[in-house]
């Protein structure tokens, strides 16, 4: 199975109608690949918070569209990174979009942690509720996680129980914290023997650089590719079958222990 992880540069200048048409040619340009992932908020960037509410859209609106076509004629199963998702009692969510190579919606996942704190995504749009997988015929199947999601290993976990074998990881990560972001990816692929595909976002926006480097490990936790700085297509060949190798030659996943004890004078 065949991965590309398109890392693409948010240039403030690009408009994003403009940046659509790019990126709908650069996943044409993968039909070597069987599965293309494409990173968080690219329509409009992940700190451009002053134009959330502007950009919004609903999940089969013209960023689907755009990338619906691409996917058909590349004939590849795409992820298509996140956009900002209005519902309808106008809620904004962080809303990823995976497409199948037919074109049709194949699954949605809103984002379930928020970042900011208290202020940008935190407190402008709200939470998602449910893990979401998908399962490529013949392939893998798909856990589906946002950028700062990277951070709370339960999710992961949860979506390894509902039968993850790779890890998808969209982001727009800052350049201030990328080796928090290459820590992590690799910790959540050893800890849950699972592929992990994460994949960031290049450049400068709304003043926040972006760290780049998107990176596929192992269900070992060994570094297959990663990439630098600037915009660039990461391909990686994955063997699926590594996964249950993985996990049969060190089954410590079935060394879990859940439902342990609340220490005296805690409560749950």
């Known amino acids: 199975m065949r991965a590309s992880l398109v890392q693409i540069a948010v240039?403030?200048?690009?408009?994003?109608?403009?940046?659509?048409r790019r990126v709908a040619a650069l996943v044409r340009e993968q039909r070597d690949a069987d599965l293309v992932i494409l990173p968080e908020l690219w329509p409009v960037g992940a700190f451009?918070?002053?134009?959330?509410?502007?950009?919004?859209?609903?999940?089969?609106?013209?960023?689907?569209?755009a990338m619906a076509g691409a996917a058909r004629d590349a004939g590849v199963w795409l992820h298509a990174g996140s956009i900002v998702e209005r519902d309808g009692?106008?809620?904004?969510?962080?809303?990823a979009l995976v497409i199948a190579p037919d074109g049709r919606?194949?699954?949605?996942?809103?984002?379930?942690?928020?970042?900011?704190?208290?202020?940008?995504?935190?407190?402008?749009?709200?939470?998602?509720?449910?893990l979401v997988t998908v399962s490529l015929p013949g392939a893998l199947t798909l856990g589906l996680a946002t950028c700062y999601d990277l951070r709370f290993p339960e999710l992961f976990r949860g979506l390894v129980d509902a039968g993850a074998q790779a890890l998808v990881v969209p982001a727009g990560w800052p350049a201030r914290r990328r080796e928090h972001w290459t820590l992590l990816a690799r910790a959540r692929a050893v800890e849950n023997q699972a592929y992990v595909l994460a994949c960031g976002t290049a450049g400068t926006h709304a003043d926040v650089e972006q760290a780049g480097h998107s990176i596929v490990v192992d269900p070992w936790g060994e570094v297959l590719a990663e990439a630098g700085p600037d915009e660039e297509v990461l391909t990686v060949d994955l063997d699926p079958s590594k996964v249950e190798k993985t996990r049969e030659l060190f089954p410590a996943l079935k060394d879990r222990r859940l439902g342990l004890p609340v220490p005296p004078g805690r409560s749950g």
């Open 89 to 95: 009692d106008g809620t904004l969510y962080n809303t």
């Open 11 to 20: 240039d403030p200048d690009e408009s994003v109608d403009s940046r659509r």
């Open 105 to 130: 919606m194949a699954a949605v996942y809103r984002k379930i942690h928020r970042f900011g704190f208290d202020k940008g995504e935190a407190v402008m749009m709200g939470a998602g509720e449910e």
């Open 48 to 65: 451009a918070y002053q134009q959330f509410e502007a950009e919004a859209e609903t999940p089969a609106g013209p960023t689907y569209a």
